[in-house]
């Protein structure tokens, strides 16, 4: 079930691979997930020290949060991956044009996971070409529905 998406991700950047990864998260964060207080659309990834952090992932704290924690929207999280992959990925990205950007947040199982994509930024023209395509999709659709709907009448 997926929580969240970054739908900007797809229009800003050619991806490349996807991983999943866990995230380490609080438990006033989990139950804001729960009740969809989350926000993705500003996230990105950095690699400190070997380690994958998520930065830019909003999670509004719930009004019944507990008096004893100091809920912090915007905090850092860590995402977990096997080290040989964490290692893989920080040898793409060292790579001209190569970045780390989170596509989604989902549930498995219990567990909230991030689907996160080695992505190579658009040029200009590479987005005027993506919304050309969509609007002629769109058109396409709206043309197909017109020609069904004012068939031959018997």
């Not at 004893?68 to 995402?79: F, G, I, Q």
């Not at 190569?98 to 909230?112: A, D, E, I, Q, W």
């Amino acid at each position: 079930m997926t929580i969240a998406e970054n739908r900007k991700a797809l229009f800003n950047y050619h991806i490349e691979e996807r991983f999943e990864a866990g995230v380490v998260l609080e438990g006033w964060e989990v139950k804001a997930i729960r009740a969809g207080q989350v926000q993705l659309t500003d996230g990105h990834i950095m690699i400190r020290n070997g380690e994958l952090h998520l930065i830019g992932l909003r999670i509004n704290a719930l009004r019944s949060a507990s008096t004893h924690v100091k809920p912090e929207a915007d905090r850092t999280k860590k995402l977990l991956m096997h080290r040989a992959e964490i290692r893989r990925l920080v040898g793409k990205t060292e790579q001209k044009g190569y970045t780390l950007v989170p596509l989604n947040l989902h549930f498995k199982g219990s567990y909230v996971k991030a689907e996160i994509a080695l992505a190579k930024g658009k040029a200009e023209h590479d987005k005027r070409n993506t919304i050309k395509d969509r609007e002629w999709e769109r058109e396409k659709g709206r043309m197909m529905r017109h020609k069904v709907s004012s068939g031959p009448k018997d």
